[in-house]
């Protein structure tokens, strides 16, 4: 059974950086992907970033590519994304999900079968 736990959200101020982690169990699959999304109130689940269990290649969503840098540990099966300059509009309660296939490197929600409870980023002064 796929389990992902994120923790490492709170409250960071503006210009600030935050380091998330997802710890994933019962995921081993050759092609698979270990993505974060997030969420505002009000808004769609948008994407941030995936990183291959293959090779770690890694890809970011357009609106943080600049300003994020996801990695994996494989001596304790950890993906951890770290963001930098936050701004307000980056809250909100970010995911860690679980999918397979090239499809899954589009950082398409969809192709996602797993995900995490979240955890909560607030961004404020």
């Known amino acids: 059974q796929v389990h992902l736990v994120e923790s490492g959200g709170g409250l960071v101020q503006p210009g600030g950086s935050l380091r998330l982690s997802c710890a994933v169990s019962?995921?081993?699959?050759?092609?698979?992907?270990i993505a974060w999304f997030r969420q505002a109130p009000g808004k769609e689940r948008e994407a941030v970033s995936c990183?291959?269990?293959?090779?770690?290649?890694?890809y970011y969503w357009y609106t943080v590519k600049d300003r994020v840098t996801i990695s994996r540990d494989n001596a304790d099966n950890t993906v951890r994304l770290v963001m930098n300059s936050l701004k307000p509009d980056d809250a909100g309660v970010y995911y860690c999900?679980?999918?397979?296939?090239?499809?899954?490197?589009?950082?398409?929600?969809?192709?996602?079968?797993?995900w995490g409870q979240g955890t909560q980023v607030t961004v404020s002064s």
């Open positions: 999900a679980a999918g397979t296939g090239w499809a899954a490197s589009t950082l398409n929600p969809d192709k996602y079968d797993h």
């Open positions: 019962g995921f081993t699959a050759n092609d698979g992907w």
């Open positions: 990183i291959s269990l293959y090779d770690s290649t890694p």
